[in-house]
């Protein structure tokens, strides 16, 4: 059974600081990683992917993945009200097809 | 470019109906996934389809549910004899190739009085 554990939250920041969003996941063999963002009522937004160790970024947003640790992280700088969403982390194994595992979500609070 | 289109975007029907989403893939993908998403609960694949063919139903109820992706025109996602229980967002998504990042349509919001 392969899951994919994030912490539910919400976690609550002041705007313009870093929010920082953890992702676990079960299996080693893992491949494709993706930080989708939701607004309510609305759709999986892809905001970042990630396939390989290391840090990725991309405006504010900076993904790091360290699959010796199965663990996958979305850091965003200067957080803004705009930013307040469900999170959701998804993994992705290609010998199945490449079909999402998604997390639960954490929600996000950016308070002004 | 047109992103991925679902309809109808609201559904409503009673217990024993039966209820069909369409979902129109990207132009130039061939590739559709359909997942669901209960109320307050994650997303869950439910399966994924190539044009004509269905590669992985795993996440597919036994009974009552079906999908299809036609040569021509939209993947249909077909829930037959509706129950309370089905209420829920259910979500396609399309890529151009299994190695490539999915991109979701607006969902389909069903509800079963």
Redesign the interface.
């Known amino acids: 059974q392969k899951e994919v554990e994030q912490n539910s939250g919400p976690l609550s920041v002041p705007e313009g600081a870093i929010a920082s969003l953890n992702c676990t996941y079960s299996d080693r063999v893992s491949q494709s990683f993706f930080w989708y963002r939701q607004y309510s009522g609305k759709s999986p937004e892809l905001i970042m992917s990630i396939y390989s160790n290391g840090d990725k970024e991309d405006g504010r947003f900076t993904a790091q993945l360290n699959k010796a640790s199965q663990y996958v992280s979305l850091l965003i700088r200067d957080s803004q009200p705009s930013d307040s969403a469900t999170y959701l982390c998804a993994v992705g194994w290609k010998e199945y097809g490449n079909k999402l595992v998604f997390g639960a979500g954490t929600i996000l609070r950016v308070k002004s | 470019n047109a992103g991925v289109m679902q309809n109808p975007r609201h559904l409503v029907r009673r217990r024993g109906q039966e209820a069909r989403l369409r979902c129109s893939p990207m132009k130039g993908h061939s590739h559709v ?1 359909w ?1 669901r998403q209960l109320p307050e ?5 439910m399966v ?1 389809l190539q044009k004509e063919n269905i ?2 139903e795993s ?1 597919m109820p036994k009974e009552r549910f079906s999908a299809e992706f036609p040569k021509e025109g939209p993947s249909i996602l077909r829930i037959q004899q509706v129950v309370r229980g089905d209420s829920a967002a259910y ?1 396609c ?1 399309s890529l151009p190739g ?2 490539n ?7 389909t919001r069903l509800t079963v009085l």
């Open positions: 996934y997942y609960e994650g997303l869950k694949f994924y590669i992985d996440g979500f998504a299994i190695d990042e999915q991109f979701f349509g607006p969902g």
